[in-house]
């Protein structure tokens, strides 16, 4: 397929359709909303369900319902909407449903502002609702990647049963750039569901989707499950993209928005001669810790950048384990650094280790 | 080759269209391009701008300090982008609607007073392809049979009546800018 100039909220939400969603279940909030436009106007052109619901809890409920009965389900939402879907998403999480969410990230903490943020990395990546669960989280910078892994956070989610949440920002959410959309999927038949499913018991026994062990010993049977499907996600499913690290002294570690600024700002360092490299975390869960590691070896000291102040540091101080300094730039509530204040904080890094 | 553009003015003067449209043409001249737009609580009567860049190589930061170009449609406009132009840069401004001379000498101005030609069209909303004109006459990061194309392509079709006046404010502001 061509190339078309796409908005990344209706980028994802088309990548989203095409990939076989059958029900999509949201509120509208800025600047995720033209993504839930689209599902409106598109879902119902092809006798799917969209359905916007009175409010994030009922719409991840819905979400998990939908799940339960095997469908390919999502909602989408930003920040504030996000954390009232917590409680649903860890019912979700127990009950081991496959769902997708993406979150288009806003300034904040509280009601806040509709600019461009990261600061929700903690809240996805380390869980956010109640219990010991791990969303897989990925993390665009670009349109193409909006399109490219949600249509993988679906597959994803079912191999796993698992949440999977796209991590986007404000900016991913309204920029336009030339991408290209999969090919449709068709929906699956119902036959087709998975084995799991509430599909209804005709001729074979009951399922059961609960996330109630009353029983303590029952319980932790059901967390050390969930504690082994960590493990194997963490073996399988590292993403990451690197550039210019070959021969690199020092490396930026950014994600998403963030990234892409980095490597604006990479660019110039590299004309100045500072050999400097970017190393682009994707999947935040499961985080590249072992790159991260051994990328320590290789390099004289790190720089983090985030919109946020300092959530992915945190990460890439335990993959560093001390070996190298790792210093941190960030801006918040809405502010989007420029590549000039990054291209200021690397050279700060070269002087720093020079002397 | 990388020339990043800014365009700029109040909410319902087709700024943010005008960037969109050097968009399409960029892609359709299967060259990288970002278009990235103010969003905020502000519509009609508001500022409104995009950041379009176009490349010849990836694109890392969607947003820019300091652009090749600045197309300035009202006053805040030339007053917030006018110092921000890169040495050398372009700054296209609406002269209809700003009260002073643009002040910089090391970049190149373009002054059209593009909502008095638009006026004398018969069609206020016209004033956003007039800049546009100038500034590829002036500065051809784009040609303009390409940006008519597209435009052909992408206009909305309840304003299909107007792709040709589009069209003829597109020479309008392209001989302003020659002349």
Redesign the interface.
Known sequence: MA???LKGNDAFAEAAIRAGCEAYFGYPI??QTEALEHMSKRMPELRRVFLQAESEVAAINMVYGAACAGVRTMTSSSSPGISLMMEGLSYIAGSEVPVVVVNVMRGGPGLGN??PSQADYNQMVKGGGHGDYHPIVLAPATVQEMIDLTVEAFDLAEKYRTIVAILAD??LG?????AELPPMQPVRKLKDRPSWALTGAKKRDPNIISSIYIDPVEEEKVNLRLMAKKAEIEANEVRFRELLLDDAEFAVVAFG?AG????????EARAEGIKVGLMRPISLFPFPYERIHQLADEVKAMLVVEMNGGQMLEDVRLGVEGKVPVSFYGRMGGM?P???EVLEEIQKLARSVKN | MQTEIIFSGFGGQGALFAGQLMAYTALELDKHVTWFPSYGPEMRGGTAHCTVIISDEEIGSPVVTNPSVAVVMNLPSLDKYEPLVKPDGVLVVNSSLVDREAKRKDIEIVSVPANEIAEEMGEKRLANMILLGALLERLPILPADKVADALDRHIPEHRRSLLEPNLVAMKRGASVASG
């Open positions: 190339k078309e100039l800025t600047p509709i600019a404000g900016s309204q920029i336009m750039e030339p928005t892409r600024i980095a490597q604006s700002a990479i660019t989007v420029m590549p000039e």
